[in-house]
């Protein structure tokens, strides 16, 4: 039995994370499971979530524990080995992060540029295990049906993710309303959002930005579902999320499994499975100090992540554009590439030889 730690329900990164890992590692071996929060909907509440809760009520403290949590909340475990599961997207790791991994037996990370990181700040080299996360592919996969109420004949930039400077979100509305104009039949897709903001609204966001006018831009408020979701990556022709840093980069991989090219940058934890073979890997000029209020105490430093050559940005958009076979073939063999190396069982296969 091995006993699992993790906010398990929910759509956030870190939910989709723990669900998909730990439902597979249950697989291989039981998994007793600890849920840091509750689910907001029934359909959350499956079979295999009663089963690993139920489990809870015997548990043993004497099992093996994995946490995934951010690294300064692993206090609220416990295991006779206690294996934290973390992740991040600076090049500096807070110290109180780094004060209770460090008292861990292993620590686990999705990527080896996070592997890196980690070391770097001060974690030793033989209590880090790289970890990578994976995807659903019976959710997100090129055979899903495409929403018909988008299909108007227009070629489609999609991003899908919170609305944030990391992501460069802002930056992106911004490129497309400089490569392409209202006349060009193309659109830019956005499902952004972001729930730390009070009152967030992307129609505002596009306002302040005063580019509605210059380009043909489509807001997706809410889907209900992964499903809705993954249908929304077939309804688009390129996925668009220029990081400036990613500790993973779940909808990158999650688009690719669905057979979009990608537009990414070459930095960071998703090059773990992202390369010049299935993705357009934008170059980055260098690295820059964070500056991000939303996020970030301003008084504060945190360390670095890259600045993206926006330039080059806009060229590989255009480039997708007049080149939509070349792209559709990229696409196909990165959604071979997810299915065949990816799946969450291969992440579940590489924790369980850890532990």
């Known amino acids: 039995m091995i006993n699992a730690y993790a906010n398990y329900f929910g759509n956030l990164g870190y939910n989709i994370h723990s669900r998909n890992f730990f439902n597979t590692l ?14 907001e909907t029934r359909d959350e509440f499956t079979p295999q979530a009663k089963k690993m809760l139920w489990r809870g009520a015997t548990i043993d403290f004497n099992n093996i524990a994995v ?9 609220k475990f416990y295991g006779r080995k206690r294996i934290g599961y973390t992740v991040w997207e600076s090049t500096l790791v807070p110290k109180d992060w780094i004060n209770q991994l460090k008292q861990l037996d292993q ?4 990527s080896s540029w996070g592997r890196e990181v980690f070391v770097e700040n001060g974690i030793p080299d033989d209590l880090i295990k790289v970890v990578p ?10 055979d899903i049906p495409k929403i018909d109420e988008l299909d108007n004949g227009n070629f489609k930039f999609l991003v899908v993710g919170k609305y944030e400077k990391r992501k460069c979100s802002k930056d992106i509305i911004l490129s497309f309303s400089q490569e392409f104009n209202k006349d060009d039949p193309v659109e830019l897709v956005l499902l952004c959002h972001n729930q730390f903001i009070k009152d967030f609204d992307i129609v505002k966001e596009i306002v302040k930005l005063n580019v509605a006018h210059l380009a043909n831009i489509r807001i997706i408020k809410y889907l209900p579902s992964l499903n809705d979701v993954a249908r929304l990556y077939k309804s688009c022709d390129v996925f668009l999320m220029p990081s400036r840093a990613e500790g993973w980069g779940l909808p990158i991989m999650e688009a690719m499994a669905c057979g979009l090219p990608v537009i990414t940058t070459c930095y960071s934890g998703h090059t773990n499975f992202a390369n010049d073979n299935n993705a357009y890997l934008t170059a980055i000029k260098r690295l820059i100090d964070i500056h991000d209020p939303v996020f970030f105490d301003p008084k504060i430093y945190h360390g670095q992540w890259a600045e993206p050559d926006f330039e080059h940005f806009n060229n590989l958009m255009r480039h997708v554009y007049e080149h939509r076979e070349e792209a559709s073939k990229k696409g196909k063999f990165a959604a071979k590439d997810m299915k065949q190396n990816w799946e969450w069982s291969n992440s579940a296969r590489i924790g369980y030889k850890h532990i």
Not at 27 to 33: A, F, S, Y
Not at 67 to 75: I, K, P, R, S, T
């Open 26 to 39: 249950d697989t291989l071996e039981n998994v007793c499971l600890v849920s840091f929060n509750n689910p």
């Open 67 to 75: 946490c995934l949590e951010y690294g300064n909340l692993m206090q």
């Open 107 to 110: 620590v686990w990370v999705p």
């Open 133 to 142: 996360e994976g995807v659903d592919t019976s959710i997100f996969n090129p």
